[in-house]
């Protein structure tokens, strides 16, 4: 594990998405530059199948929101 923190080996997608699996996450977490990015893959993973949908649509609403502003 040291190896890979220190980047002298870079893991596998397989082994990427088998540690995620072990600790209930979103593989796309571990690959995250954002912080706030990464804030809200936890917050998703954590969430139930209902809270998900929620975040989806508010996501979703913001989006198309902030394009149909921007045109």
């Not at 088998?18 to 936890?42: H, M, W």
């Amino acid at each position: 594990m040291s190896r890979y923190e220190s980047g002298i080996h870079e893991p596998t997608s397989q082994f990427v998405a088998a540690i995620a699996k072990v600790l209930g996450l979103s593989p796309a977490f571990f690959y995250c530059e954002d912080d706030q990015l990464a804030d809200l893959i936890l917050a998703y993973s954590s969430a139930s199948p209902a809270q998900r949908e929620e975040i989806w649509q508010f996501t979703h609403a913001c989006v198309t929101s902030d394009s149909e502003h921007s045109e």
